[in-house]
């Protein structure tokens, strides 16, 4: 019995060694977007949907991407505002065209559950400074995302408001932590 205290006592002496060797070290913030990075505080946002399909209405999806970043990033100081807003300059512009988009049906509706579907969107973005100076510039050709929902035509999982809200996040998202060591000059 004695043994057995002393093999548990040496096991949660060992645990608390390595807890405090190898355990989290000094907090360091994590760095700023890049596009806070590259002291730009007012962005215009513009998207147009150059796909052959045109599912989108990409001012609807222009205005939840604006708001998306604005949710995102706001905190560190940058403002996003969609390309009809009132703003005499802005510090940059950043373009997201989509440049494809379809949607698959994976599995039907069946009683009480929503049909799942799979939706793809091919985009390119570019952020260029007021000046005209291309800050970067990328292109996905595939961003896929998993949905659940209750349309059961394709034509109607474009106009969902959950997809277009999902979307907007996802670019945002990435327009705001785009790495430049991986774009394209």
């Given at each position: 019995m004695?043994?057995?205290k002393l093999?548990?006592l ?13 355990g989290?070290?000094e907090?360091?913030p ?10 730009i ?5 513009i ?12 001012s609807?999806?222009?205005a939840l991407?604006?708001?998306?970043m ?8 940058l ?8 703003m ?46 291309q800050v ?10 998993d ?6 035509r394709?034509?109607?999982?474009w ?7 999902r979307?907007?996040?996802?670019l ?7 790495d ?6």
């Amino acid at each position: 019995m004695l043994k057995q205290k002393l093999i548990a006592l040496a096991g949660a002496v060992g645990i608390l060694a390595c807890g405090a060797c190898f355990g989290p070290g000094e907090y360091h913030p994590p760095p700023p977007p890049p596009i806070v990075k590259e002291r730009i505080r007012t962005l215009r946002v513009i998207v147009t949907d150059d796909s052959a399909e045109r599912h989108v209405d990409a001012s609807a999806l222009e205005a939840l991407v604006v708001r998306q970043m604005n949710a995102l990033a706001g905190a560190d100081g940058l403002t996003a505002y969609s390309h009809d807003q009132e703003m005499a300059r802005v510090d940059a512009v950043l373009r997201i065209r989509l440049t494809a988009g379809n949607a698959r049906m994976r599995r039907p509706a069946a009683e009480g559950m929503s049909a799942e579907w799979v939706v793809h969107l091919g985009v390119a973005e570019g952020l260029t400074r007021a000046d005209g100076s291309q800050v970067w510039q990328q292109a996905v050709p595939d961003i896929p995302m998993d949905a659940r929902l209750s349309a059961e035509r394709q034509e109607d999982v474009w106009k969902d408001h959950g997809v277009l809200g999902r979307l907007a996040y996802r670019l945002a998202k990435q327009a705001i932590e785009m790495d430049r060591g991986h774009a394209q000059h």
